[in-house]
């Protein structure tokens, strides 16, 4: 059985169980009451009175073939004939490369349909106007031309904008009264735009209101010949998995559940986990006599006495090798090294040399003492590397 928690476990529990419910507290209040943990409206996510999900799932059942945009403008068709994006009161303001794409799109055939003053900075053409309340005070408005989108529809209900008037000739008021029209549609480019002063007409409060969902259908276009971009991405929406489980509380609750799981690993951990005594280097490491040795020579400035005996040993090697005196000159012995083995003469007797002159130099006094035991380390090494392969040759000669 484990023995109770000590005073450093409740201290490490209580602090978790304190952060757990801040987190819980903060999560509270920033987050904003919507339907579903989606955006308001007119979102085709909220089902909410002014959202727009019933007016989507009906053109899915009537056979559109329709799509929730949560993709920047960039990415729709190359070809929008026979496509409509619909800007159902959009939310965020758009770049100024996002209203080009918008434009582009209008200018290569593609229809626009978008409701609300919002609409006003993505559209060519705008007129600014202010928005009337919403469902509350709906209005009735009268068809005033004949056009496709009146089919079956004499009269709509909207809220009724305040201070809305054409930018231009060119755009035609289909509904409207005598103090303000309520619906506009203009060609542009091979495209066309279709602007609703609001979007009472698709909201699920209203879209049953006299008219309201045959002018919707009329807007949109038959079903099976228009393919329909509902437009999520300027309401906050992105495409991605991460984004939007940010916009709902599982990022809050995988927090909190990551918080709980450490603090009992830790708890558990430092409880009923093996006891064991912390690693030390030992000091007999071959790398620790190296670095002791180097900075005894360093102390003692006898760095003369370190290339000496490297030296040494090279010219016992050479001279052994070679079959020559050990007290032959240096001269004589580089000459004979690069007759028997290859090497250039000119550098190997510079480096011999040198080293009879650290030899002979005052305590301290070897010139750039590093550098020239590096190179007599070299020659060591070529010669060991000389060695084994004449070793290996004369057992493959054996072999044989």
Avoid at 82 to 93: G, H
Avoid at 144 to 162: F, H
Avoid at 221 to 250: A, C, K
Avoid at 257 to 283: C, D, E, H, K, Q
Wanted: aromatic fraction near 10%; hydrophobic fraction near 45%; glycine fraction near 8%.
């Amino acid at each position: 059985m484990p023995r109770g928690l000590d005073s450093a476990d409740r201290k490490l529990l209580i602090g978790a169980g304190v952060l757990f419910a801040i987190l819980v507290v903060v999560a509270a209040m920033v987050s904003r009451p919507q339907a579903n943990g989606m955006p308001s409206a007119p979102s085709t996510y909220s089902a909410s009175w002014d959202g727009a999900e019933g007016a989507f799932l009906l053109l899915e059942q009537l056979g559109y073939k329709v799509t929730r945009w949560e993709e920047p403008p960039a990415q729709l068709p190359e070809d929008p004939t026979n496509k409509v994006l619909i800007l159902a009161d959009p939310t965020e303001v758009p770049s100024e490369e996002e209203r080009y794409d918008i434009i582009e799109f209008l200018e290569k055939g593609g229809k626009v349909v978008a409701t609300g003053a919002a609409a006003n900075e993505f559209l060519p053409n705008p007129s600014e106007f202010a928005e009337g309340n919403e469902l509350d005070d709906k209005q009735a408005f009268d068809a005033l031309v004949p056009s496709p989108i009146v089919r079956d529809a004499p009269q709509i209900t909207m809220s009724s904008p305040e201070d809305w008037s054409p930018a231009s000739v060119r755009q035609m008021v289909v509904y409207g009264a005598d103090s303000t029209p309520a619906v506009m549609m203009y060609q542009f480019g091979r495209g066309e735009v279709i602007w609703w002063a609001a979007p009472t007409p698709l909201t699920n409060g209203a879209i049953l209101d006299s008219g309201n969902l045959a002018f919707f259908l009329n807007c949109v276009g038959q079903p099976g010949r228009n393919e329909i971009f509902w437009d999520e991405y300027f309401h906050g929406v992105r495409g991605s998995l991460l984004e939007f489980f940010m916009r709902t509380p599982v990022v809050w609750g995988a927090v909190q559940f990551a918080l709980v799981f450490l603090a009992i690993l830790a708890t558990y951990s430092r409880r009923l986990g093996p006891v064991r005594a912390p690693a030390t280097p030992s000091r007999l490491s071959p790398l620790e006599f190296v670095d002791t040795l180097g900075d005894l020579y360093a102390s003692a400035h006898v760095s003369a006495a370190a290339v000496g005996t490297a030296y040494q040993r090279l010219r016992f090697s050479l001279t052994r090798k070679l079959g020559l005196p050990m007290d032959i000159s240096s001269k004589e012995l580089a000459a004979a090294a690069s007759e028997g083995f290859g090497w250039e003469e000119a550098p190997l007797l510079d480096m011999l040399v040198r080293c009879d002159s650290a030899r002979e130099a005052p305590k301290g006094k070897v010139e750039r003492p590093l550098a020239l035991f590096q190179e007599v380390h070299d020659y060591a090494a070529r010669l060991e590397v000389k060695r084994m392969t004449t070793k290996e040759g004369k057992r493959n000669e054996q072999d044989e």
